[in-house]
């Protein structure tokens, strides 16, 4: 369906510009006053109309950025060329007004920005030309209503940034929607694809990682080979638990029951469970909540969400440093936030956080983020971050209160 989209889109495009080049040829040779004496002028006028027909057919194959800059310039001397050859015919100035508009065909916002800007000067040195020298020998309409042309010419130009600023959304939206239908059948995609491998992958990795443990334990093995029997368990680990948190996002259990959870109690579980974690650098974690809130959600599912978090503020903190904790009740929201003060991260690394295999550590995964999201996103919740690199993150979740 693409394909044939495609190909209706290039026969419009080519039936259009033959139009174009149809009517820029009959401007050339029909009822040509300067065709007579075959001058410079004529020569010139010729001679651009096959450069720019030309460019267009090419246009096509090449589509390039620079392709398009070379259009539009071609379109400037074009226009201002017919103005300049034909001054009675003054249905030319309306062209000069439009030639912003070729680049919205294009859809290149730069370029649009760029015709607009240079479009302003040439029509400022050409209406001081016509005021100041010409003293409307050639151009008399203009010259006759001098402070009402400027004034359709700066009208012509806001109704085309108009046109480009509308026609612009509409085509970003159209991006973003195009982008978001992308992510959720990659997502969809994934998770088909570890239901489907997850069990196949399980099972051999359990069989060898028994085996090793029983080699771990073996005396018939020295210390070193041990030692590599130790690494090989550790890789075997990591797998296990990318597979298993696989098959989280790949099979998300419709029947968990949701209750009215209170997340003192959630939090401060949470944080017993993790300071041991954290005591391996020697992180502490301060917990700061005094009230009872509730929040309807699975208590399993918020705990998994609120252990990928801290789990991630210890493992970005230097040694020693500790990380807060905070919950409270905000009007009818909840309130959860994590700070740390290690490493932070970059406007980039923030956007690209939730992608599903994003991560910056030798051992992550890169999946607890986004099942943070899908997690908050599911009992509509939202998670805001704001980092600094170097200075540390501060994770806000916000869930609906309960009462
Ligand atoms: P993982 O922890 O397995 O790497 P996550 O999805 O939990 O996967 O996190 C993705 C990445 O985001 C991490 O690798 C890390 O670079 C970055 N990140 C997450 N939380 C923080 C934080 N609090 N401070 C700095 N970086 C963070
Ligand atoms: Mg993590």
Redesign the pocket.
Known sequence: MFKTYIRNDQKLYFFTILLVITIMTMGVLIKNHLMADLGIGFLFHLSIVVIISVSLLLYPKYGTHSFRTIIIIEAFIYFYTIFILYPETWSNFIFLCFIPAVAIMFFDSKLFHFSLFINSILIAITFGFIALFDHGNLYTYIKQDLVGNVFNYVGSQALIYFIFYLTNLRVKKQELYYEQIKQAERLKTAGQLAAAVAHEIRNPVTVVKGFLQLYEQDSQFNDAIKSQFTLMIDELNTAESVVSQFLSIAKPDENLNIESVNLKVVLQSVTDLLNSYGLLNNNNIKLEIKEDCYIAANKIELKQLLI??I???I???EIGDSVIVTGGKKEDIVEIQ?I?H????SDT?IE???TPF????S??????????YNIAAKYKGTIE?Q?AIDE??T?TICFPSRN
Do not use: F, P, R
């Open positions: 990928n978090i789990k991630n503020a493992e970005a903190s994590v740390d290690g490493h932070g991260m690394e690209c956080l939730g994003y991560s910056l550590k051992k992550g995964t890169g999946l607890g983020m986004m099942i943070c971050i980092s540390g993150t994770v």
